[in-house]
């Protein structure tokens, strides 16, 4: 981690020079300029997972058909990706790339601040540019807060600024909110009315995700809770504007043979002759290019013999 | 993994990774490096929260004894009671406590307390403790009736020792990691804004301030009219009594542990492991010698004894080197990082030790502490735990 680590400290110590030694103006810029550098793999991964939402209704209904023969299933699932251009596994790389980034990012704003003496030695050693040594230990103190110390809620109502603490809790959860709400669109009701399994995971995780980031910031540094709210505040811009692009991208209704399944025939050998019309929103290379990732259009539906 | 399709579980199993994640994060529950002392010729030795004697010997804890001389013993478990406190694992000391009185100790903790401990009964008085402004990493000192408290984020406090109650506080820019040197009146004290100030020991009144240009983490070292310290500005610099810089000398890193000087010669360590001789000269500094001892921080003060200079490393060994050299001639695996002070004890009345002995503490539980011939040679002569 040390080759992200250090670049890291050491950028967040200079921006602290730079900005007159303001260690909260340093952590907003510093996450909103990684929140730029790992922009397109946010994008990349918000938008193979809109698609793969979108793919869904598909999905289900190759996993009705072929229940029970997995091969069968797995090759199916493979030409509707094919067909739709999809990558089922865009939305985890992109994933996996940015968590060693976004965890370097916490460590780095946890070491820059460096509260115990072991921390401090951690830091050692890892600022890049000779003289940033001058600027050490960095100033912790914000509106009479340590932001190296988890807030004080012990305070509470003994002065304005005792508030702050829970304002600043408070944000963390609603941005966490708000950037789930924006980057994980509701999935599409089951046709049967059966509760959606997955929908019902997707629903708790939008519960417990800022509840969870709400202790987090209530246990950890005031200086972290600044960042969970600035990348949350930039997730949910981004999140709008994969939305908004996808928006754009809806009102060309079209209706494709998504599988193969017209006079196809199945693993035990009895033809099931139906065609499978999708609700789904091929891209129009015309109107959005930005959709151009997500869903193409089946150029010629592939058969099957 | 059916739980987890519940959405009762799923919460549940969520909460649970909300707090593994909270314990797996270092900073709230880091343990502290511990330190060790002497007390009543026996060692004594703070880590995390627990504080315990040893015999210097054999490194066997210490038991404790009624007026009559007798050893407790447990009233259920007639097992003998020893001499140790445990304050939780949340409590963290830096350092050893100190001698108060007679019949009490005095033991800041990082956690913003100060305990007395009742010498004999090794009971806490106030097991809530005297609640501080602030972090406290540093020793306190203790003279003329007050005691005076380094706060890591910044200040020293001045307390009458008697109701810990306020007689000055010295503001800072930011935190006082080391304890202050106290000669004739004057304290002089260092601190993470980058200064050395003098201070008068009874009013609090600042004599003289010095911008040394790097933050400084330990104590002044006092030799021939001169300060010494070690910087995060790679620098070890020389100050004289009345705030004049004298002479200033180039590190490859940072420099947190206090010098050490002997024959005129200072010796320190830097926290990418290059250890330095200084011969000092009416020029200011002649380098001797430099070394890339290991890759490792170095942050405990160097030992000098007698032709070896030992220094203690994060890389988990202590190495003896040659004084005039800096070649290594012996190392000692300690199995663990090394980052609290080392310890070195010589034969005396009333010490019950047979040998000079060397003790180092590490950050290893199971390894906490080592004690070694003083000239390195040969296996460690015991550990503790056993």
């Known amino acids: 981690m040390d080759f992200i680590l250090n670049p890291f400290v050491t950028l967040l110590t200079f921006l602290y020079r730079v900005f007159g030694n303001d260690m909260v103006l340093s952590i907003a810029v510093f996450t909103v300029l990684i929140r730029l550098l790992t922009y397109p793999l946010t994008?990349?991964?918000?938008?193979?997972?809109?698609?793969?939402?979108?793919?869904?209704?598909?999905?289900?209904?190759?996993?009705?058909?072929?229940?029970?023969?997995?091969?069968?299933?797995?090759?199916?699932?493979?030409?509707?990706?094919?067909?739709?251009?999809?990558?089922?596994?865009?939305?985890?790389?992109?994933?996996?790339?940015?968590?060693?980034?976004?965890?370097?990012?916490?460590q780095a704003i946890n070491m820059a601040l460096a509260a115990?003496?072991?921390?401090?030695?951690?830091?050692?050693?890892?600022?890049?540019?000779?003289?940033?040594?001058?600027?050490?230990?960095?100033?912790?103190?914000?509106?009479?807060?340590?932001?190296?110390?988890?807030?004080?809620?012990?305070?509470?109502?003994?002065?304005?600024?005792?508030?702050?603490?829970?304002?600043?809790?408070?944000?963390?959860?609603?941005?966490?909110?708000?950037?789930?709400?924006?980057?994980?669109?509701?999935?599409?009701?089951?046709?049967?009315?059966?509760?959606?399994?997955?929908?019902?995971?997707?629903?708790?995780?939008?519960?417990?995700?800022?509840?969870?980031?709400?202790?987090?910031?209530?246990?950890?540094?005031?200086?972290?809770?600044?960042?969970?709210?600035?990348?949350?505040?930039?997730?949910?811009?981004?999140?709008?504007?994969?939305?908004?692009?996808?928006?754009?991208?809806?009102?060309?209704?079209?209706?494709?043979?998504?599988?193969?399944?017209?006079?196809?025939?199945?693993s035990n050998g009895t033809s099931k002759g139906s065609s499978t019309p999708a609700r789904l929103t091929p891209s129009n290379k015309s109107n959005n290019s930005s959709a151009r990732n997500n869903v193409k259009p089946a150029a010629k539906p592939s058969k099957t013999k | 993994m059916t739980f987890l399709r519940s959405r009762g579980g799923f919460i549940g199993a969520a909460m649970l990774l909300a707090l593994v994640l909270?314990?797996?994060?270092?900073?709230?529950?880091?343990?502290?490096?511990?330190?060790?002392?002497?007390?009543?010729?026996?060692?004594?030795?703070?880590?995390?929260?627990?504080?315990?004697?040893?015999?210097?010997d054999d490194g066997t804890p210490i038991n404790l004894y009624d007026t009559e001389g007798n050893v407790r013993t447990d009233p259920e478990t007639n097992a003998p009671r020893r001499w140790e406190i445990s304050l939780g694992a949340t409590m963290r000391f830096y350092h050893a406590p100190l001698v108060v009185s007679e019949e009490t100790l005095l033991v800041a903790s990082y956690d913003r307390k100060l305990f007395q401990i009742e010498r004999d009964a090794a009971r806490i008085e106030n097991t809530v403790?005297?609640?501080?402004?602030?972090?406290?990493?540093?020793?306190?000192?203790?003279?003329?009736?007050?005691?005076?408290?380094?706060?890591?984020?910044k200040d020293l406090l001045a307390l009458n020792e008697d109701d810990f109650s306020q007689r000055w506080r010295f503001t800072t820019t930011r935190g006082v990691w080391a304890a202050p040197l106290l000669l004739n009146g004057v304290l002089y004290l260092t601190s993470m804004d980058h200064f050395i100030y003098a201070i008068d020991a009874e009013s609090g009144e600042e004599i003289w301030r010095v911008d040394t240009g790097g933050a400084i983490p330990s104590a002044p070292l006092l030799y021939n009219n001169s300060l010494y310290v070690g910087t995060f500005g790679r620098e070890i610099v020389q100050v004289s009594l009345n705030g004049r810089i004298i002479a200033r000398y180039s590190t490859a890193d940072w420099v947190w542990g206090t010098p050490v000087i002997?024959?005129?010669?200072?010796?320190?360590?830097?926290?990418?492991?290059?250890?330095?001789?200084?011969?000092?000269?009416?020029?200011?500094?002649?380098?001797?010698?430099?070394?890339?001892?290991?890759?490792?921080?170095?942050?405990?003060?160097?030992?000098?004894?007698?032709d070896r200079l030992i220094v203690a490393s994060r890389d988990n060994f202590v190495y003896w080197l040659n004084r005039n050299t800096g070649d290594t001639i012996v190392r000692q695996d300690v199995r663990g990082e090394v980052m609290?002070?080392?310890?070195?004890?010589?034969?005396?009345?009333?010490?019950?030790?047979?040998?000079?002995?060397?003790?180092?503490?590490?950050?290893?539980?199971?390894?906490?502490?080592?004690?070694?011939?003083?000239?390195?040679?040969?296996?460690?002569?015991?550990?503790?735990?056993?």
């Open chain 2, 262 to 306: 002997a024959n005129n010669i200072l010796y320190t360590g830097d926290l990418v492991g290059n250890v330095y001789a200084l011969e000092l000269t009416n020029a200011g500094f002649t380098e001797l010698w430099r070394h890339q001892v290991t890759t490792r921080a170095i942050r405990p003060t160097p030992v000098v004894y007698e």
């Open chain 1, 116 to 266: 115990t003496p072991t921390q401090m030695l951690d830091t050692a050693g890892r600022l890049l540019i000779p003289g940033l040594d001058s600027v050490i230990p960095l100033n912790s103190r914000w509106l009479n807060m340590d932001l190296t110390q988890a807030p004080n809620l012990a305070t509470i109502g003994t002065s304005i600024e005792s508030f702050i603490p829970i304002i600043l809790i408070g944000l963390v959860v609603l941005t966490t909110y708000l950037q789930f709400r924006v980057t994980m669109p509701k999935a599409a009701p089951k046709t049967d009315g059966k509760p959606d399994q997955a929908q019902q995971m997707s629903q708790s995780m939008g519960t417990i995700m800022p509840i969870m980031y709400g202790f987090f910031a209530l246990s950890f540094s005031v200086g972290l809770a600044i960042y969970f709210i600035v990348s949350n505040t930039i997730g949910i811009v981004q999140g709008l504007i994969v939305a908004r692009g996808r928006a754009k991208f809806q009102p060309l209704p079209a209706v494709v043979t998504a599988t193969s399944t017209k006079g196809g025939s199945t």
């Open chain 1, 43 to 106: 994008i990349q991964q918000q938008r193979s997972t809109r698609a793969m939402q979108q793919l869904q209704p598909e999905l289900k209904k190759l996993q009705e058909k072929h229940k029970g023969d997995r091969e069968k299933l797995a090759a199916e699932q493979m030409t509707l990706y094919r067909q739709y251009g999809i990558n089922p596994l865009g939305g985890c790389l992109p994933l996996l790339i940015q968590l060693p980034i976004f965890l370097a990012l916490y």
């Open chain 2, 22 to 56: 909270t314990a797996c994060t270092g900073g709230p529950t880091e343990p502290s490096w511990g330190d060790i002392s002497v007390l009543d010729n026996n060692l004594i030795l703070a880590f995390s929260g627990t504080i315990l004697q040893l015999n210097p």
């Open chain 2, 340 to 386: 609290a002070e080392m310890l070195l004890l010589e034969p005396a009345e009333g010490l019950n030790i047979t040998q000079p002995m060397l003790f180092v503490n590490t950050m290893a539980r199971e390894n906490l502490l080592f004690a070694f011939p003083a000239d390195g040679n040969g296996e460690a002569l015991w550990k503790y735990p056993r």
């Open chain 2, 129 to 153: 403790g005297v609640d501080l402004p602030g972090h406290v990493v540093a020793d306190v000192l203790q003279a003329n009736g007050l005691l005076y408290v380094p706060l890591s984020e």
